[in-house]
Structures are given as structure tokens and as C-alpha cells.
């Protein structure tokens, strides 16, 4: 029995979009959240990152920067990790059913953490300075601010709006309520005898690890409204709003304005499932930066008649340069012949930089191992090769999201791994009858955006 035991049974996962209790490898920082949350009554979640959880309390009133109030906080049970970025609705009848909306994030800092006595630095975005939980009574405890140059700094309860998505209460309750979700033709085959409803509920249960990768990132998606051995078609301009997506307008190259859009949350990734959509490509950049990229992605694709493990050494050798030129990489799973590597880059480099950088190392490759290694796109010009793709490292073009569904028979899916798994699993080995078995794996991208 864990510290989230207690959390894990009090929900169910079929119903509510909270993530799934695991014990977490702890942050280089210890992170916190506030999360406002309006259920039976209005209040705000406190949770502090400690020994792989959230430990966390229920305060009514909410935090003050007043020393002199001393705010009642309730002890509850431990929460996972991944809690700190969860926002939305908690259906009616599960365990705190109401609106949550993100109030705060950050990190702090332990002078001290006692049985009955916690004092901490807090470095948030609305929360600062020196804090102490004091213990006086069962699960009660007092939240009070430490006199410091932040004491009586604001008061809270001007910011009405979640520091994720920049929406009010309402307007995470509204766009909830409207797609909680009506899944229309659920038992209809998409992949062989895969339903639409199966792939709703992986990506339901995905949600919490995918959504760093796609949010506020500008998608493309693989549609098959009959299924993909009908009409399936890709689409990356926004036609019409379903009131859960956002829009971007940006110039093509022949000067042509067309409206892309990207997804904030996880019920908006769940309204393109509903629109069936079920392969999820995204840019390299954030729409919020778009001309700023942050992902460098190089896709190896092999001959068909390249072996296994000649396309495993092709891997290598990528990781091997780019260990050279000191650039931390991560490895998943294509879904379909080969294997996709990916750097984290800090957002200072233009596209045009970025990409010859990608074109750089590609050349590295090519001339390197000729034997092995094409950057000719021609498939007639890649026997016994790998096509090393950095093609998409340009503006506008995409790559296929981690965690991502493919289209294709049993439903592969383009899955992180840890660099140790290259020689242990297949490009397209972990698919959507076996991916839930990976679910309690320590996450091999845990520090994506922290590394490079």
C-alpha cells in the first residue's frame, strides 16, 4: 500500500479526467500548485511535492499575504505529481465532483519539514516569499505568511483567471459542460475491431502525459470517419470552432492567410477524438512562439529491406553525434518502420538556424557512415539505407506527437522510450492493447523541457 492508495479509490478513472495515481521520481526542484476548486464548497487546493507525491490541503478561504490571518488548512489524502497541471471538471457524483482551475505553479524551497511544523520558500507566479503550515488539531492545520519583504504583496483574490489557460471558472465549467463528452457512434470500427470508443478512452487515460507535447502547440491531424479502410484525410486548417480549440492565423509563403489552430487542454483533445481524429501531428514550435522552435526531431527511415538491427545502429550513431555536440536526446517509438529522436532546444533560434542545424547534422551522418545513412528522399536512392529525415524541421512542417495513435493496423502508437529499451522494442511493437501495461513504467521524458 502506497502514499496514493487512498487517492487511487476514492476515483474512477472511467469517469473523472484526473490523472491516475503513481509514485513520481522527485523533481531537481519541488515543485507546488493551488488549484481553485468549486465543489461542495468553494476552496483552494494546496500541494507541496514530497517523496514522490503531493502532499497536500484543502484551505476554504485561500491563501492571504497577511500574516495576521492565519487560514485554516485541511490535511487530505496525498495526491500524484502529475495533479499539479490538472485543471477541469470533476463529474458529478465522483469523489470532489466540481470545477478545478490552476491558480498556481512553481516551486519552493524546505527550511524546514516536521511532523507538525512545515516553513518553505515558495517561488510562484502569484505565491512568494516564506510560508509556514503549523499543526494544532487531527487533519487541521494553519497556512499563515512569514513576515518578509512579500508579506501583504497582493491580495489574491483579484486574480480570477487560471494561469494555464488564462480562463475564469466559468469558462472551464462552460466548455466542460458542453463536451463532457457526447461520444457519437462509440461501438463504430476505426482500426479492426478497435472502436471509436476504445481510442476516446486511451486517449482520456494518455491525456495527463501527452498533453505537454501537444498543448499550446499548433497540430495537424489524421481524420478516418469511417474507419481507415475508408476515405482518411489530413487536416491542419481550422474550419469551424467547436468552441474547445484555438485559432491562429498565419501566413503561408505565397501570402495566403489560413487558419491553423492548437489545443489548450485535455477536453479539447478529446472533442477532435469525438471529430475523428485520431493521429495527432504537431508543429516544432509553441503557437504562443511560433516562430521561436523548441523541438528538433529526426526521423530514421529505413529501407524495407534494411534489418533490425542495422536500423538500431543507425539510432546509435544519431545519438552518438548528438551526445558529441552535447545535446541531451530522447527516443519513441514511430508506429510505423522506424524510430524518431528528439532534442529540446531552448526557444532563441530562428527556423531558418534551427533547421540548418538539422540539415548539419544529417550531413554529419551521411558522410560519416555513407553505407548506411541517405539524406536523398528518393526511395529508389535508399536501398540498404536509412532515410535520416530532418525535413521537418522546418516551419510549418510536423511530426507525429508522442503518445500519438497511428492509423494503421492494430494501432501502433509513437511512444517514448527509454534509451535502454532501443534494442528491446519494435518501432511498431507498443500498441493500444498493450501500452496500458507501460502506464506504471517510470516516464523516460520526465525532463524534456528541462534539459539542453
Not at 489557460?165 to 469558462?171: F, G, L, V, W
Not at 529526426?298 to 543507425?314: A, M, T, V, W, Y
Not at 511493437?429 to 520526465?446: F, G, L, M, Q, S
Request: aromatic fraction near 12%; glycine fraction near 4%.
Amino acid at each position: 500500500m502506497n502514499k496514493l492508495t487512498k487517492y487511487n479509490s476514492k476515483r474512477n478513472f472511467n469517469i473523472t479526467s484526473e490523472p491516475i495515481g503513481k509514485i513520481s521520481k522527485k523533481n531537481k526542484k519541488l515543485t507546488f500548485c493551488v488549484q481553485h476548486h468549486i465543489a461542495r464548497k468553494d476552496h483552494y487546493d494546496f500541494r507541496l511535492e514530497y517523496n514522490g507525491s503531493m502532499s497536500s490541503w484543502a484551505v476554504p478561504k485561500g491563501p492571504s499575504y497577511n500574516p495576521k490571518d492565519k487560514r485554516l488548512a485541511i490535511k487530505v489524502e496525498d495526491h500524484p505529481l502529475s495533479y499539479k497541471t490538472f485543471e477541469g471538471t470533476i463529474p458529478k457524483g465522483e469523489y470532489g465532483a466540481g470545477t478545478v482551475m490552476l491558480f498556481d505553479l512553481g516551486y519552493y524551497e524546505i527550511l524546514k519539514y516536521e511532523k507538525n511544523l512545515i516553513k518553505i520558500i515558495i517561488h510562484g507566479k502569484r505565491l512568494k516569499g516564506m510560508w509556514t503550515l503549523t499543526h494544532f488539531k487531527d487533519n487541521n492545520w494553519l497556512l499563515i505568511k512569514d513576515h518578509d519583504f512579500y508579506e501583504n504583496f497582493i491580495d489574491i483574490t483579484k486574480y480570477k483567471r487560471s494561469i494555464k489557460t488564462n480562463r475564469t471558472m466559468k469558462e472551464i465549467k462552460n466548455n466542460e459542460n458542453k463536451k463532457e463528452i457526447l461520444l457519437t457512434n462509440p461501438t463504430k470500427r476505426i482500426i479492426g475491431n478497435i472502436t471509436k470508443k476504445d481510442i476516446f478512452n486511451y486517449y482520456k487515460k494518455i491525456a495527463p502525459s501527452m498533453m505537454p507535447y501537444l498543448e499550446n502547440r499548433i497540430i495537424s491531424v489524421m481524420r478516418a470517419p469511417s474507419g481507415i479502410n475508408n476515405n482518411k484525410f489530413f487536416k491542419k486548417h481550422l474550419e469551424n470552432q467547436n468552441g474547445c480549440l484555438e485559432k491562429i492565423n498565419i501566413s503561408t509563403k505565397n501570402n495566403n492567410d489560413k487558419d491553423y489552430y492548437y489545443i489548450l487542454d485535455e477536453i479539447a483533445l478529446l472533442s477532435e477524438v469525438q471529430m475523428n481524429s485520431y493521429e495527432f501531428h504537431i508543429w516544432g514550435s509553441n503557437a504562443s512562439n511560433k516562430n521561436r522552435p523548441n523541438i528538433m526531431v529526426f526521423d530514421l527511415d529505413p529501407d524495407e529491406e534494411l534489418s533490425l538491427n542495422k536500423l538500431r545502429l543507425g539510432v546509435k550513431y544519431l545519438k552518438k553525434v548528438l551526445d558529441n555536440l552535447n545535446l541531451k536526446s530522447f527516443l519513441k517509438t514511430s508506429g510505423g518502420k522506424g524510430y524518431h529522436v528528439c532534442i529540446p532546444f531552448k526557444n532563441n533560434l530562428t527556423w531558418k538556424k534551427f533547421y540548418k542545424i538539422s540539415e548539419d547534422i544529417a550531413n554529419i551522418l551521411e558522410n560519416t557512415y555513407p553505407e548506411l545513412f541517405t539524406t536523398n528522399i528518393r526511395k529508389e536512392n535508399r536501398k540498404g539505407k536509412i532515410f535520416i529525415d530532418y525535413l521537418r524541421n522546418q516551419k510549418s512542417a510536423t511530426f507525429v506527437a508522442p503518445y500519438s495513435i497511428r492509423l494503421r493496423k492494430s494501432a501502433p502508437i509513437s511512444m517514448p522510450i527509454s534509451w535502454n529499451e532501443l534494442d528491446k522494442i519494435k518501432p511498431n511493437e507498443i500498441t493500444i492493447d498493450n501500452v496500458i501495461k507501460r502506464a506504471n513504467k517510470k516516464d523516460p521524458w520526465k525532463d524534456f523541457f528541462t534539459s539542453n
